[in-house]
């Protein structure tokens, strides 16, 4: 199985709702996850969300239906990198 990788962006001041920035499989995703791991951003690891996530078109952000998983995500970043 090959791994997937969904990058995504949440800019306040600019958006309603974080972003899907990047995704893709195979060696689309490793490069994602490379550029993430060299600019220090944290990678969270959960399949089914990814699995979701790619569904979403690049540039657009992600539905209502989805804001409490991606708090998790937001709220599992913001206590690793405090």
């Known amino acids: 199985m090959k791994p997937k990788a969904v ?4 800019d306040a001041a600019k958006n309603t709702a974080p972003k ?3 995704k893709g499989e195979g060696k689309t ?11 220090d951003i944290p990678i969270k690891e959960d399949k089914d ?3 979701m996530l790619s ?7 992600i539905p209502p239906e989805m804001y409490k ?3 998790e995500v937001f709220s599992f970043i913001y206590k690793l990198t405090k």
């Open 29 to 39: 995703a490793q490069k994602i996850i490379e550029i993430a791991k060299e600019n």
């Open 49 to 51: 969300l990814v699995e």
């Open 69 to 71: 998983a991606i708090a």
């Open 7 to 10: 990058a995504l962006k949440y």
């Open 20 to 22: 899907v920035t990047a």
């Open 55 to 61: 569904k979403i078109e690049l540039d657009r952000e």
